[in-house]
């Protein structure tokens, strides 16, 4: 096998920018457009709950208006780089606010405890997708970085709202962050 590969080689020299797959660009903007309107639907059920005049609900509609900066720009991209959406998007749009508001019936900490599992696995999933864009897509790794910001932002505010003391946070935590991993697995293909 190494002989073989050592064949090639000379083919392979020249150095050029390289590009990003068209698959790999499609799946990262399929999933993060159907990552970032579970988000919005997230934050829509837990403000249905505890109401956006609420202490509680002013905090969450912070995060909710990034959200909806989020899904908008995956709006636009996905139309500019003609991205199919995923099929799913009535599931997570109903499995989002499901998850939301049945996590604010469970109590802010339970809220806040959701939105820390959540966002642990969208921060660390773009992180991921930045390791494996090329520079030929400067500026979605732009708009990528910013939003793991912004969602690494989320994150640290459900930790200090006592996420932690949540009743049940460790297997709540463990039970979404898996949901979100399946729902992200599937979202980049279907
Ligand atoms: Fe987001
Ligand atoms: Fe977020």
């Not at 660009?25 to 837990?46: C, K, N």
């Not at 499995?95 to 809220?111: I, Q, V």
């Not at 990528?144 to 009743?167: C, Q, T, V």
């Amino acid at each position: 096998m190494v002989a073989k590969k050592k064949k090639r080689m000379p083919y392979k020299a020249k150095a050029s920018q390289k590009k990003t797959e068209r698959t790999t660009l499609e799946e990262i903007i399929r999933v993060d457009h159907a990552g970032e309107y579970g988000a919005t639907r997230i934050y829509d059920g837990q403000i249905a709950i505890f109401g956006k005049n609420s202490k509680i609900g002013k905090t969450i509609q912070h995060m909710a208006d990034q959200e909806q900066e989020h899904i908008d720009k995956f709006n636009e991209l996905i139309l500019e780089h003609r991205v199919r959406p995923t099929a799913l998007l009535p599931i997570w749009n109903l499995a989002g606010f499901a998850l939301g508001a049945s996590t604010a019936l469970l109590g802010e900490k339970a809220a806040m405890a959701c939105t820390v599992a959540v966002e642990k696995v969208i921060g660390e999933h773009y992180q991921e997708q930045l390791d494996l864009l090329e520079d030929d897509h400067k500026d979605l790794k732009k708009t990528i970085s910013k939003f793991r910001d912004d969602e690494l932002e989320h994150h640290d505010i459900g930790i200090e709202h006592d996420a932690e003391n949540a009743p049940g946070y460790k297997i709540m935590s463990k039970v979404i962050e898996l949901g979100c991993k399946t729902a992200i697995a599937i979202s980049k293909k279907v």
